[in-house]
């Protein structure tokens, strides 16, 4: 695109329904898109970088191996049954399915 057609975007948008000024107002109009989705392109790449970079400097702090949090197996075992117990809800309600009529009948 030419840039006369960027310095007469005022003209071009006035006349915007005319033949020959359609071309040069709807290049105008690409180009503004354009610039616009690249500026935000790399935006979103330059805050990526420095997000990542940020984090990779906050992660330096790694924690030591065997300092962590024991499980207790009382609360293990608590989980293990809750899931059983989901389980047996989720057979139950497969087989016995509630006595709804459906609405679109």
Avoid at 48 to 68: F, K, P, Y
Wanted: overall charge neutral; glycine content about 4%.
């Amino acid at each position: 695109m030419k840039l006369a057609h960027i310095s007469n975007g005022i003209y071009y948008w006035k006349n915007r329904h005319d033949p020959e000024c359609a071309n040069a107002f709807s290049a105008i109009v690409w180009w503004c898109l354009l610039s616009a989705s690249a500026l935000f392109l790399l935006g979103a790449i330059l805050y990526s970088i420095w997000m990542l970079s940020d984090s990779a400097q906050v992660s330096g702090t790694e924690a030591v191996v065997g300092q962590s949090e024991t499980l207790s197996r009382e609360a293990l075992r608590n989980t293990l049954d809750a899931f059983k117990q989901r389980q047996q809800q989720f057979v139950f309600v497969q087989n016995n399915p509630p006595a709804i009529k459906d609405p679109s009948r």
